[in-house]
């Protein structure tokens, strides 16, 4: 097996994805097949390390980001998180998932990168989101 995969490691493999990321970002035909991958993966893996349960609030940016609901966020934070989500849904990455358990820590190391570069992002994303459920239910009051 390869050097040990650090945080380093991890951060060199989400930037390496930011070039397919923005190419995903731009081809309609591609983007809702792929985040029916990522929902479907996400629910097939038997335990979720703690770094992997961050995945559906990154798809369901990534959803609303595509779909125009929500520009808020800098391309800079979809194309980290787009890179992430495509190593995440990668079966042949740097540790193959296909490995028990060893095969989700390279996965969950570079998801958890992606968080600390984008938190702040999300918690905006976040915030978005309930003030959109709440005046949806303003609305109907």
């Not at 994805?17 to 990522?38: C, I, T, V, W």
């Not at 990668?90 to 958890?112: E, F, K, Y």
Request: glycine share 2%; aromatic share 10%; net charge positive.
């Amino acid at each position: 097996m390869e050097k040990q995969f650090d945080k380093k490691r991890a951060l060199k493999e989400l930037q390496s994805h930011y070039q397919k990321a923005e190419a995903l970002l731009k081809d309609d035909s591609k983007m809702e097949p792929f985040l029916e991958k990522l929902d479907k993966k996400v629910k097939w893996i038997p335990f979720m390390r703690q770094e992997l349960k961050m995945i559906p609030i990154l798809v369901s940016m990534v959803r609303s980001y595509w779909k125009k609901d929500y520009a808020r966020v800098p391309g800079r934070s979809i194309l980290a998180i787009v890179g992430a989500l495509i190593y995440f849904l990668s079966p042949l990455d740097v540790i193959p998932d296909w490995i028990p358990i060893l095969g989700q820590v390279d996965d969950a190391l570079v998801v958890a990168t992606c968080w600390k570069l984008v938190s702040k992002d999300v918690q905006n994303y976040r915030r978005w989101q309930k003030e959109r459920k709440s005046s949806a239910r303003g609305d109907r009051e």
